[in-house]
């Protein structure tokens, strides 16, 4: 039984068409979606010539005053269509604060967009899907990227959509 779904976000089209696939999974199951957005500190290798500390903690706090706004937005048009949702902040490495709030959430399902990363890109960048489904206390299910949004209550969407398999697995295996 699905009592709740963890939906990390960053405000991209990919990250919102997985918030719609939650929504649609959520709705026949009554769980809650919690909605994540993680700001992740921002690290400089130049030299410091402009304030140090002062400067990123103000950078900081701008990041989590901008996402806390965006993430009311969400939760007032989601609420206006009839899908409440709540939304959650965290600071800090994105892979391991989705990890910590699906563990301190007690979630029963991560679902999560895709960028669709490949080659270099993904090499340079990384994917932090990737590692939530590596390191996920639960089973993770990805969104691919599409070149359309699902519709709020259209149904359970089918197309670009993939189960990542060993993710219920290497959860059960670790029990």
């Known amino acids: 039984m699905i009592k709740r779904i963890l939906v990390p976000v960053d405000f991209s089209k990919s990250s919102l068409n997985a918030l719609d696939?939650?929504?649609a999974l959520a709705k026949p199951?009554?769980?809650e979606v919690v909605v994540l957005y993680v700001v992740e500190p921002v690290y400089y290798s130049a030299?410091?010539?402009t304030g140090g500390a002062e400067t990123m903690a103000t950078l900081m706090d701008e990041q989590r005053r901008l996402a806390r706004q965006q993430l009311?937005?969400?939760?007032?048009r989601y609420a206006k269509a009839g899908a409440p949702l709540r939304g959650v902040l965290q600071t800090g490495t994105a892979y391991r604060a989705i990890g910590d709030a699906a563990q301190t959430l007690k979630a029963d399902?991560?679902?999560m967009g895709t960028h669709g990363r490949t080659g270099i890109s993904h090499l340079l960048v990384g994917?932090?899907?990737e590692r939530v489904v590596r390191t996920a206390p639960c089973p993770v299910l990805t969104v691919n990227p599409s070149k359309q949004r699902?519709?709020?209550g259209a149904g359970a969407p089918t197309r670009g959509t993939r189960a990542?398999?060993?993710a219920a697995r290497s959860t059960a295996a670790r029990r």
Do not use: M
């Not at 009311?72 to 007032?76: G, I, P, S, Y």
């Open 164 to 166: 990542r398999r060993g």
């Open 21 to 23: 696939y939650a929504l």
């Open 127 to 129: 994917s932090v899907a």
């Open 47 to 49: 030299p410091d010539l």
């Open 72 to 76: 009311l937005k969400l939760e007032q």
């Open 150 to 152: 699902r519709r709020l």
């Open 29 to 31: 199951f009554k769980a």
């Open 109 to 111: 399902l991560i679902v």
